[in-house]
């Protein structure tokens, strides 16, 4: 019964974001995003998480983000010499627009749509 609830309000939050993705992915703010995201240093993460980031000198390490959304986060710790890898997210259409802008960023991680819960 539990996992059945869990089921049924993870699906209803999956089709949410999946409809709500097409704002996202479109129009003047997507399109700078995408010019940003084809800039080198391209980092869109807040200035103390950046500092924080800096300070414990992640170079050469690896990242993988669950709830990455269009993965500009995970994208943004190239420019901290972190390799993204892997970001996970339940929105098939996020996920594509994830692709882009590893694309736009000359970045290849891989992306998984999956619920969390259902991860090993």
């Given amino acids: ?3 059945d609830l ?3 309000y993870t699906s209803a939050n999956k089709a949410a974001w999946n409809a709500s993705a097409s704002l996202h992915g479109s129009g003047e703010q997507w399109n700078l995003l995408l010019e ?3 800039k080198p240093g391209f980092n869109l993460l807040d200035e103390h998480l950046t500092a924080t980031l800096k300070h414990l000198d992640p170079r050469g390490k690896t990242a993988v983000q ?3 959304n269009n993965a500009r986060e995970l994208l943004s710790l190239a420019s901290l010499g972190i390799r993204p890898v892997l970001g996970i997210d339940q929105s098939g259409e996020f996920l594509a627009q994830a692709r882009q802008l590893a ?3 000359d970045l290849a991680p ?3 749509e ?3 819960y259902d991860l090993p």
């Fill in 1 to 3: 019964m539990k996992t």
């Fill in 6 to 8: 869990r089921k049924t």
């Fill in 36 to 38: 940003k995201a084809s």
């Fill in 66 to 68: 669950i709830g990455c």
């Fill in 103 to 105: 694309a736009a960023a």
């Fill in 110 to 112: 891989r992306f998984l």
């Fill in 114 to 116: 999956a619920d969390i």
